[in-house]
């Protein structure tokens, strides 16, 4: 890195504990992301503070990317030349007519979220953190929990981009249709996203209840119950003893009937104390649960704001089935518990509304996820991600596009009816390939040829 970019990441992020991880790297050695997994391959990061800045250094620049937050597992936000940060002023701009807030692309949801329920208003959903990006998150269609819920990228409403060539673009959902929808899950392929308009709706308060131990046999047989028994719904397990260890079920008070938190939930009992999805592990960094009512920031994630979860040491990869498969797909992984666990902390089972992106995994299909957080062993997660991914691929199984995966760009062609329509639009923003990268090269550009 050179002196000049260190002294502006440094100014800039002083007073700013949303990007403090950025910092420490700054005080250390190599810039990696948050896993400590992969060492990005330059250290040249410029970080801009305004949208002329933005347009100049993109204009002078033949290859870089943007990096956001540096919470994807694998490369796709990597560059051997040049990376660039938006530590712009993060100015939030809200419409209540309108019922959207503009928000800069650098913002974490854990900045914005707070500010808009101080305000009277909400997002619909977060993710099982609030220390991402909005800009990072929405252009790797990151998402909640909750059947009737989109990923987080569904409420953008519309997106200021700089293009390859310096110029500013404006898309939105009203004006520009299919052209938009192909932008938003952009997978950092199309600029730098400088703008977001997002969706809100007016604040609501949650009560999260966590079940201990719900049967394998009850959540086949009650699948569809379980997952719309809460706005949110997700399954923790090891995959040992044909159950789930935990049932996380987010409630909204506001929803009518409400969640009557009974002892017993398909079989599973109601946890007398906050836990952690690891059980073993303390809830201290945990979203609290007990049924206490609080601000939905509070509730929808997993972790709250204030504390780094589990310090970065583990590896992630995240598999989408259609909604129709989830039951069989869940089978399938199960019978292979005792591969798996060696290498496993958790896994965790969510539901994710159908969208209309088109690098979304959840184009025009309701999804489940299968998520699977590992120890850190690089070597024998390699080893298992095939597996895995032979496993569900009956079940037109996609990967998510920040976690580790194998699955082999002809395969994902397949899986991606939109993608050449996707690599037509990158090449009208980008025509010399400016802000691609190994990871879209590979899996993205040369899946299109
Ligand atoms: C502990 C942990 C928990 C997680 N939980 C979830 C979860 O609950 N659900 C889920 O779906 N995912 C989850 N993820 C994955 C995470 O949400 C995604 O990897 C997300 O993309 C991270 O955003 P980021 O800004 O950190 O991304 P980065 O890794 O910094 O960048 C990701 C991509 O976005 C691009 N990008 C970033 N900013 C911009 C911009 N301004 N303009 C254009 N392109 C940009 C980058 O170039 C890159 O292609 C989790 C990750 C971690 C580490």
Known sequence: MNKRSFLKVCSSLIGSPFLAPLFAWAAGEKLKNWAGNLEYSTENLYSARTLDQVREFVKKQNSLKVLGTRHCFNKIADSKRQLISLNT?????????????????????????????????????????PHISIAGACSTATH????????????????????????????????DGQEFLGAVVGLGALGVITKLTLDIQPTF????????????????????????SAYSVSLFTDWQKQRINEVWLKCRTDQKPT????????????????VHPIIELSAENCTEQMGVPGPWYERLPHFRMGFTPSAGRELQSEYFVPRHNAVEAISAIERLHDQISPSLLIAEIR???????????????????????????????SQLLP????????????PHWGKLFSIPPAQLRTEYERLPDFVALAE?????????????????FGAAS
């Open 144 to 175: 909640g929990s909750g059947e009737k819920n989109g990923n987080l990228a569904a409420a953008v409403v519309a997106l200021e981009i700089v293009n390859a060539a310096g110029e500013v673009v404006q898309l939105s959902r009203a004006k």
């Open 205 to 228: 308060q949650m009560q999260q209840y966590v079940y201990e131990n719900l049967p394998l046999s009850e959540l086949k047989n009650n699948f569809d119950a379980i997952e719309s």
């Open 89 to 129: 002023d993060q100015a939030i701009a809200l419409d209540a007519a309108g019922r959207t807030v503009t928000v800069e692309g650098g913002l974490t949801y854990g900045h914005l979220s707070p500010y808009l329920d101080s305000r009277g208003w909400a997002l619909h959903n977060l993710a099982s953190l």
């Open 259 to 274: 969640f009557e938190a009974l002892p017993e939930f398909f079989g599973a009992k109601k946890a007398t104390r906050n």
């Open 387 to 398: 597996v895995i991914e032979k496993q569900l691929a009956p079940f037109r199984s996609r």
């Open 351 to 381: 539901a994710i509304a159908a969208d209309e992106l088109w690098m979304s995994p959840c184009y025009k299909q309701s999804c489940v996820t299968i998520h699977f957080t590992w120890k850190p062993d690089w070597p024998a997660v």
């Open 428 to 444: 009208k923003f980008d025509p010399h390939g400016k802000f691609r990268n190994d990871f879209l090269n590979a899996n993205i």
